[in-house]
């Protein structure tokens, strides 16, 4: 069974920081493409970063750039995304997913992350 797990998430203050970890089963993550999404209340799903197979290449959306990393440990086929500088505005859930084609598949269950005084 292909299966996402996200974990790490928690209620920080700003300018604190914060890494998630998505852990893959069933399927390694050096053979995939894997994308960090989050979702606010009231608001749409939005993709947060990406990382290419192995890890060649990698992408943010503007509102994180600069202050998010995602990296990729094979050894431990999980997926990390590093936020720091944390603003109340990524207060969101925040899940990981595969992608299929350009779909994307196998979304784990989410993790809150919460930025607050």
């Known amino acids: 069974q292909l299966q996402l797990v996200e974990s790490g998430g928690g209620l920080v203050q700003p300018g604190g920081s914060l890494r998630l970890s998505c852990a893959a089963s069933?399927?390694?993550?050096?053979?995939?493409?894997i994308g960090w999404f989050r979702q606010a209340p009231g608001k749409e799903r939005e993709g947060v970063s990406c990382?290419?197979?192995?890890?060649?290449?990698?992408n943010y959306t503007d509102s994180v750039r600069g202050r998010f990393a995602i990296s990729r440990d094979s050894a431990k086929n999980t997926v990390y995304l590093q936020m720091n500088s944390l603003k109340p505005a990524d207060t969101a859930v925040y899940y990981c997913?595969?992608?299929?084609?350009?779909?994307?598949?196998?979304w784990g269950q989410g993790t809150q992350v919460t930025v607050s005084s």
């Open positions: 997913a595969r992608a299929i084609g350009t779909s994307w598949a196998s």
């Open positions: 069933g399927f390694s993550l050096d053979n995939a493409v």
């Open positions: 990382i290419t197979s192995r890890g060649s290449n990698t």
